[in-house]
């Protein structure tokens, strides 16, 4: 409560009301020094461990019971940073390092009278929860889990801070990763997995506009003769591997030997290696059309969400190509010649009766090899 003054501690005058900028304040009548009642300086800590926030339960009042913060006064002599490692130390046994000051905030208290709430956030550095000064008990609570707070300026601190931290914490969950450490489910990130559903659900679409796409393309001339089946066999496989690639569940080892077969058969079957490599390019080009048609990206945090997926898109598309190069350019090697017999095209799609000549064509091409 606000301390009762009838004498002045300098003179030993008679305290009186004065006003002094619009407000009345104690006065000494005497030698007319004027007394102030400043707002009691509290802190509180903000301890995050792998998204848990340290609480403690209040062992005294106001509000026994109740669960807050770790909180208390600054003492007279030290530093606000200094209280505030102190109070965490005596109410939780956990030493700490201030990361920053995340809150302001002021509280008119029947038991202490006006208040300035200054909220830490604090490094955990040491120590594990042990209840000490004025707490029953100290404990980590996960941020969605957290109790009624005792305190009006501890709950308004705390909702700022998870408000500043959910788009981080989001592109951590993004990225597989808890506060900087990888996850063990890196797999499977909701966004991740939300593409993964658009692309099972949308396969066909994707197929078709492929289809559509490399058999018109003039970067894939030779593709122009081949069947719709045909196609439709090799885009579905490589949809089918860049889905199970984003769940972590197709291998490196699983991608060199596919494409490296692959270059090997598209170099025996005459088709050009830029072709080849155009064709692979235009289907990752409609797994991400499709995938923003279909609002796989809905968000403006998706934007930071897809570098991960961006990132193992990128690396599946980059193995398949090298290893698709790497076969075509070894195809004269013993090794690879009897490794597996090549997969022809079977026909023209627009007219069958151009089929004759693709098979002409291709014999030509290996007279010339």
Same mark, same amino acid.
């Given at each position: 409560?606000?301390?009762? =003054?009838?004498?002045?501690?300098?003179?030993?005058?008679?305290?009186?009301?004065?006003?002094? &900028?619009?407000?009345?304040?104690?006065?000494?009548?005497?030698?007319?020094?004027?007394?102030? &009642?400043?707002?009691?300086? +509290? +802190?509180? #800590?903000? +301890? &995050?461990?792998?998204?848990?926030?340290?609480?403690?339960?209040? /062992?005294?009042?106001?509000?026994?019971?109740? %669960?807050?913060?770790?909180?208390?006064?600054?003492?007279?002599?030290?530093?606000?940073?200094?209280?505030?490692?102190?109070?965490?130390?005596?109410?939780?046994?956990?030493?700490?390092?201030?990361?920053?000051?995340?809150?302001?905030?002021?509280?008119?208290?029947?038991?202490?009278?006006?208040?300035?709430?200054?909220?830490?956030?604090?490094?955990?550095?040491?120590?594990?929860?042990?209840?000490?000064?004025?707490?029953?008990?100290? =404990?980590?609570?996960?941020?969605?889990?957290?109790?009624?707070? #005792?305190?009006?300026?501890?709950?308004?601190?705390?909702?700022?801070?998870?408000?500043?931290?959910?788009d981080? %914490?989001?592109?951590?969950?993004?990225?597989?990763?808890?506060?900087?450490?990888?996850?063990?489910?890196?797999?499977?990130?909701?966004?991740?997995? =939300?593409?993964?559903? *658009?692309?099972?659900? !949308?396969?066909?679409?994707?197929?078709?506009? %492929?289809?559509? /796409?490399?058999?018109? !393309?003039?970067?894939?001339p030779?593709?122009?003769l081949?069947? !719709?089946?045909?196609?439709?066999?090799?885009?579905?496989?490589?949809?089918?591997?860049?889905?199970?690639?984003?769940?972590?569940?197709?291998s490196?080892?699983?991608? =060199?030997?596919?494409?490296?077969?692959?270059?090997?058969?598209?170099?025996?079957?005459?088709?050009k290696? $830029?072709g080849?490599?155009s064709?692979?390019?235009?289907?990752?080009?409609?797994? %991400?059309?499709?995938?923003?048609? @279909?609002?796989a990206?809905?968000? !403006?945090?998706?934007?930071?969400?897809?570098?991960?997926?961006?990132?193992?898109?990128?690396?599946?598309?980059?193995?398949?190509?090298?290893?698709?190069?790497?076969?075509? @350019?070894?195809? $004269?090697?013993?090794?690879?010649?009897? $490794?597996?017999?090549? @997969?022809?095209?079977q026909? $023209?799609?627009?007219?069958? *009766?151009?089929?004759?000549?693709?098979?002409?064509?291709?014999?030509?091409?290996h007279?010339?090899?």
């Amino acid at each position: 409560m606000k301390k009762k =003054r009838n004498f002045c501690p300098h003179c030993g005058g008679r305290i009186t009301k004065e006003e002094e &900028d619009h407000v009345a304040r104690d006065c000494c009548s005497s030698c007319h020094s004027f007394f102030y &009642d400043n707002p009691l300086p +509290v +802190v509180s #800590a903000i +301890v &995050d461990e792998s998204r848990q926030i340290l609480l403690v339960k209040r /062992d005294r009042p106001p509000s026994k019971g109740r %669960w807050c913060l770790p909180t208390g006064f600054a003492e007279a002599g030290e530093s606000i940073e200094d209280a505030v490692l102190r109070e965490l130390h005596e109410e939780t046994g956990i030493k700490g390092k201030i990361s920053r000051l995340l809150d302001v905030d002021s509280y008119k208290s029947r038991f202490y009278g006006d208040l300035l709430f200054l909220t830490f956030i604090v490094e955990k550095r040491q120590g594990k929860p042990v209840a000490g000064d004025d707490s029953s008990q100290a =404990r980590f609570f996960p941020i969605d889990k957290i109790p009624p707070l #005792a305190f009006r300026s501890n709950r308004r601190a705390l909702d700022r801070y998870i408000k500043i931290k959910k788009d981080y %914490w989001a592109v951590l969950d993004a990225l597989g990763t808890q506060d900087g450490k990888e996850s063990r489910r890196a797999a499977t990130t909701p966004m991740t997995k =939300r593409v993964m559903n *658009v692309i099972m659900r !949308n396969r066909e679409k994707m197929i078709q506009q %492929w289809i559509e /796409d490399i058999t018109t !393309n003039p970067s894939t001339p030779e593709y122009h003769l081949y069947e !719709n089946k045909v196609l439709y066999k090799i885009c579905d496989k490589v949809i089918s591997q860049i889905t199970l690639w984003l769940g972590h569940a197709f291998s490196i080892d699983r991608i =060199r030997t596919f494409y490296t077969r692959l270059g090997v058969e598209r170099k025996k079957s005459g088709v050009k290696i $830029s072709g080849v490599l155009s064709g692979l390019s235009l289907i990752r080009k409609h797994i %991400w059309a499709v995938a923003l048609d @279909e609002g796989a990206l809905q968000k !403006n945090l998706d934007l930071y969400m897809t570098f991960e997926l961006q990132r193992r898109m990128t690396i599946f598309f980059d193995l398949a190509t090298y290893h698709i190069v790497h076969g075509y @350019e070894e195809y $004269s090697t013993a090794g690879l010649l009897n $490794s597996a017999p090549p @997969e022809k095209p079977q026909g $023209s799609r627009r007219r069958r *009766v151009r089929k004759e000549g693709v098979k002409n064509h291709e014999t030509r091409d290996h007279q010339k090899e």
